[in-house]
């Protein structure tokens, strides 16, 4: 069955959910399968993966903190918008030695592994050099890269 409107389609998989916890399969729509992709790929290459959350989408980006001011100057506590982003990691390797793009394997010993700390102390001042590894929701990522919303359906 389609279901187009994501407040019903919300609602329809909360309650097979609910009446099926055993299910190995729930509805899912093309549209819904096919999010993920179209998310990271809409975003470019700071995105490093992406999941399904219910109707939603989680995407991972790793993102330079210079020039956003909801990251830059902030604590790590201070940063996290709930329903939109947190800081996840930070990249600790010095700028010139990190790799451009975290999702890719790194090429044999010529560069190195990615010095990502992923217990952050909240209290941790993020620097406009700092790199950090976010999770984030699609509108919530728009909004960090200055880009509005992504789409109108949510995040």
Known sequence: MRLYGDDFATAVYRT???A???ALTRSRSVTHLAAPAFAGAMMGR???GAIPVERRVLLF???VVAGHPQLEGRTIAESFRPGAWRVIA???SAPEER???LAAAPEEARIP???LVWDLHPGYVLKAQDRVVLAATRRGLAEL???GTVSASGT
Do not use: I, Y
Request: charged fraction near 25%; hydrophobic fraction near 45%.
């Open 113 to 115: 592994e990615a010095g």
């Open 61 to 63: 980006a790793a993102l």
């Open 90 to 92: 930070l990249d600790t």
């Open 145 to 147: 890269l200055g880009r």
């Open 16 to 18: 097979l959910r609910a």
């Open 46 to 48: 700071q995105v490093l």
């Open 20 to 22: 099926h916890p055993a």
């Open 99 to 101: 790799r451009p793009d």
